[in-house]
């Protein structure tokens, strides 16, 4: 009996001591498509719903004004986003567009140590300035991790396969783990994708992504960075969620600490 | 002859030792000019109780944001001690939601509940937030923008709470040559160590400008530190309340 006793009370130990040793992060990505179809409003209720720790966001507008989203007049869409969602928020500009600008974003359940906007390469034929944005984030066990929040280009698998190189390239610089997520605009089976992010730890299944309203390709990824230092507890394409023409994507990632692996 | 030779040392030494030594003052800055040139005056307005208490009590911000909106035009605002709530709707947030401005959170204290530390809120585009981090010390942040004085001049806002000891050497240590990049960091600090810290960079840094500022009426238990490189002096502050918050209007001196 007292055997037993010792061999549960061990194995609580053990169990607590690994608990300690690794963080759950509950990350999204979602394309917003411009507020196109949705008030900002739904959208931040839905994130909100969610419980998120960090959400990449693409599309984000900032006082523009757009004919095809003429309630979004105006409004800064991570300003928005980030009040009603109760989560810190970053913008960074991709391009001049309709009286503001056109670009990424980050939310953040915590405070945002740095953040930086970074130029992709935009090699010919490439439609648009892209960018990357990073932020660190300190976690409440006083841990950092970066968070990338990125929308690739869209018409050349070319522009595409540069602009996920020179990520690779900028990721290596960084001393904490890393989260990249966002549009890739590349499906699973894309060199992109495939050969690209091979190093990656893929937190996301393969359920379509994007039409909402004909879901035919994913497009919308997460991933980690050094792939040991990640598990993925859950995955979840939300295919009923039509506030955008892309579906949400959260997965619930635990990063290990470094000692652990 | 011998005995001569030796009285002669000994009478070198000891009028060497009895010479006045020249006092070692550390670091000091070289005066400024008298003269104030309006056109390259940067405004911070750094809003604070100067007490460990939060900034925003239940009379809210709106004056606050109907002053951003309308009547005034700083660089930069800042928000001393307004604490979030994890995962709740934060004040900050909100201004700058209402403002149609950028927020930053520099924090002090971080746990899976609370933040506690210093809004920041800026009007132009920002490409990159700036911090330096002292794990269980010291966070600054901020941000580099354009200052539009009278020729554009590139800055880097950041602030800070200095609240104890080992904090002095994580900011020298982390600002480095930071300060030569036209680097302003304006926060606040315990009256307590304000001396100390004075004396503690006038030995560890140099080539800065240091300065305090601490309202005549009214105790308070911290006061406004405003560092900064040679090129730019603090040319004082003006105190007044918006709402219910005490507001401290910082005016900084680009001197080229």
Redesign the interface.
């Known amino acids: 009996m007292k055997l037993k006793i010792l061999i549960c009370f061990a194995g609580l130990l053990i169990a607590a001591q690994l608990l300690a040793q690794s963080t759950q992060l509950r990350v999204m990505t979602y394309n917003l498509r411009f507020g196109e179809l949705a008030s900002l409003e739904e959208m931040a209720t839905y994130i909100r719903s969610q419980q998120p720790d960090l959400v990449a966001l693409q599309e984000c507008d900032w006082k523009t004004t757009r004919a095809r989203a003429p309630k979004q007049a105006g409004k800064a869409f991570v300003n928005e986003l980030a009040y009603h969602s109760g989560l810190f928020g970053i913008f960074g500009k991709a391009i001049n567009y309709a009286g503001g600008y056109y670009g990424v974003g980050i939310l953040s359940r915590y405070p945002i140590l740095r953040s930086e906007r970074v130029l992709l390469p935009n090699p010919e034929p490439a439609k648009e300035q892209r960018v990357m944005l990073i932020a660190e984030i300190e976690l409440p066990d006083h841990s950092v991790v970066t968070f990338i929040s990125t929308h690739l280009e869209v018409s050349s698998d070319k522009a595409r396969t540069a602009q996920i190189e020179f990520i690779n390239e900028k990721v290596k610089e960084l001393k904490t783990p890393v989260i990249l997520a966002g549009d890739f605009n590349a499906i699973p089976s894309s060199t992109e994708i495939k050969s690209g992010m091979a190093q990656w730890f893929a937190a996301t299944d393969t359920n379509f992504t994007y039409a909402s309203t004909k879901p035919e390709i994913k497009i919308d990824y997460i991933y980690g960075l050094p792939a040991n230092r990640f598990n993925l507890l859950e995955t979840r394409t939300d295919s009923s969620c039509m506030l955008s023409d892309h579906f949400p994507v959260l997965s619930v990632l635990e990063l290990k600490k470094k000692s652990n692996y | 002859m011998k005995n001569m030779f030796k009285w002669m040392i000994v009478s070198v030494v000891l009028l060497t030792a009895c010479k006045d030594p020249v006092p070692d003052t550390g670091y000091v800055a070289p005066d400024p000019p008298i003269e104030i040139n309006d056109r390259n005056l940067i405004t911070l307005e750094f809003y604070s109780r100067l007490n460990d208490e939060t900034l925003f009590g239940p009379d809210g911000y709106q004056p606050i944001v109907d002053r951003i909106n309308t009547t005034t035009t700083a660089l930069a605002y800042f928000f001393d001690r307004s604490d979030?709530l994890?995962?709740?709707?934060?004040s900050v947030?909100?201004v700058?939601?209402k403002t149609?401005t950028?927020?930053?959170?520099?924090?002090n204290h971080?746990?899976?509940t609370y933040?506690e530390?210093t809004g920041m809120l800026v009007r132009p585009?920002i490409?990159?937030?700036?911090?330096f981090?002292a794990?269980?010390t010291l966070?600054a942040?901020g941000c580099t923008l354009m200052a539009p004085l009278g020729q554009p001049v590139t800055v880097t806002l950041m602030t800070c709470r200095v609240m104890y000891k080992p904090q002095f050497r994580a900011l020298v240590n982390n600002l480095g040559d930071g300060l030569k990049t036209n680097r302003l960091l304006t926060g606040t600090i315990s009256n307590a160590l304000a001396e100390e810290f004075s004396s503690y960079l006038k030995y560890n840094l140099r080539d800065f400008r240091l300065s305090f500022y601490k309202p005549d009426a009214g105790a308070t238990e911290y006061q406004l530190f405003i560092l900064t490189p040679l090129n730019f002096v603090f040319r004082g502050a003006v105190a007044s309340t918006v709402g219910a918050v005490p507001l401290y209007e910082c005016k900084i001196e680009y001197l080229r």
Request: aromatic fraction near 12%.
């Open positions: 979030v994890i995962g709740q709707k934060s947030v909100d700058a939601l149609k950028k927020a930053f959170f520099v924090q971080l746990s899976a933040a530390g585009i490409n990159a937030f700036d911090g981090v794990p269980d966070f942040g």
